[in-house]
């Protein structure tokens, strides 16, 4: 049909320019935030864009209903003003049959949607975890800068100076927690140190060389100290740097439904589930809400029915809050998606429920 094709066409292409802005915004701001851990030695420079890429499918959850609400908005106000519907109404096309035509579409953005939760969310999660573990376990010897304390894992190390390459150290001191209970600490003091690369090693090798090498017990006065020309010591990677499958938003779908007895993963399930739903309600609502005069303006109700859909978005979330305790059941998703629906045949039907209302009151004054 012609008029569904040329609908789709407008509302698809704004969909598209809406939801690039709004990722655009929110990368910046998150790119911004990285910057600043690498800035303090924290984080790789090189996996930044790896980390953005990775965090992306989690941040079009809520951003591509956003962008198609907004799309809605913009091409039923734009059609409104430029006197469009208008014809389109005169031609026995209502804005109820208007609705039904963009169906099919927001069927597609349902979809898209339930593959990026179902799917594509969970796997970025789970690569964004483990490549945050590895950058959060480097050895303090890749993250070490000059006279600053670098802390990773159970190191904290200082050094006075270093090379260019990262392969000498002057002046340094490494201290070592005590991975057992009742193990004493470690604390060594060297004038330099010297990386040695060595095949098949996982872990930093360090020649460290006229220094003093002392064992602490915390909480008591005793330890012990040994002088040394030469100490070679091996930093070992954090070998818990593995995925942690307590983060159910990581989890993949298959194993959320094995213990879906659990709350916190019921709570999930439904979030994945039932808000791509959203779509249809974005539709309800925005042939509801867009209509306006040409003298209005398109602009005129962005605002207030932006801020409506986002309530649906907001208190979506508290119910995951509350399903994730166990307070409420998984019920509560489409009960407030219904609320939402039929609050927009409420909004649709104001023309004529208005003079009806207004000759109801003068009735019950009178």
């Known amino acids: 049909m012609i008029i569904r094709r040329y609908l789709v066409k407008q509302v698809v292409s704004t969909t598209l320019v809406v939801v690039s802005i709004l990722t655009l915004i929110v990368l910046g701001a ?22 953005i890429g990775y965090r992306l499918p989690e941040f079009l959850i809520l951003l591509l209903p956003l ?17 469009e519907m208008a014809v389109l109404n005169s031609s026995g096309i209502s804005k109820h049959r208007i609705a039904r035509l963009m169906v099919p579409m927001a069927t597609v953005f349902m979809i898209i949607q339930l593959v990026i939760m179902v799917w594509v969310s969970p796997w970025g999660l789970r690569e964004f975890n483990k490549l945050t573990s590895v950058q959060a376990v480097r050895t303090g010897f890749d993250l070490v800068r000059p006279k600053e304390f670098i802390s990773s894992g159970a190191y904290t190390i200082y050094a006075g100076s ?23 600490d470690q604390m060594i003091v060297a004038k330099e140190a010297t990386r040695v690369e060595i095949a098949n090693e996982t872990a930093s090798v360090v020649d460290l060389s ?27 990677n954090n070998k818990t740097a593995e995925y942690d499958a307590s983060d159910v938003e990581a989890l993949p779908f298959s194993q959320l439904w094995k213990s879906r007895d659990n709350s916190v993963i019921e709570s999930e399930i439904g979030w994945r589930i039932f808000v791509p739903f959203s779509m249809f309600v974005a539709i309800a609502l925005a042939v509801a ?18 801020m409506i859909f986002a309530s649906m978005i907001v208190i979506l979330i508290a119910v ?47």
């Open 67 to 83: 962008a198609f609400f907004i799309g809605l908005m913009l091409v039923f106000g734009r059609l409104y003003v430029e006197h």
């Open 30 to 51: 998150r790119l911004i935030k990285y910057f600043g851990v690498a800035a303090q030695g924290r984080l790789d420079v090189s996996v930044l864009f790896s980390i």
């Open 210 to 236: 006229q220094g003093r090498r002392y064992e602490i017990y915390p909480d008591t006065a005793k330890y012990s100290q040994a002088e040394f020309q030469t100490w070679r010591l091996r930093i070992e």
């Open 320 to 366: 995951k809050t509350r399903v994730s305790k166990g307070e409420i059941g998984i019920w509560a998703y489409p009960a407030v998606l219904f609320v939402y629906l039929f609050a927009s045949a409420i909004f649709s039907r104001k023309q004529k429920l208005a003079p009806k209302l207004k000759n109801q009151i003068k009735r019950v004054r009178s």
């Open 289 to 306: 809400l867009s209509e306006v005069t040409p003298r209005q303006g398109r602009y005129l109700k962005l605002f207030p029915a932006l």
């Open 162 to 184: 270093l090379s260019e390459d990262r392969q000498n150290l002057k002046d340094v001191f490494v201290y070592i927690r005590a991975e057992k209970e009742g193990k004493p």
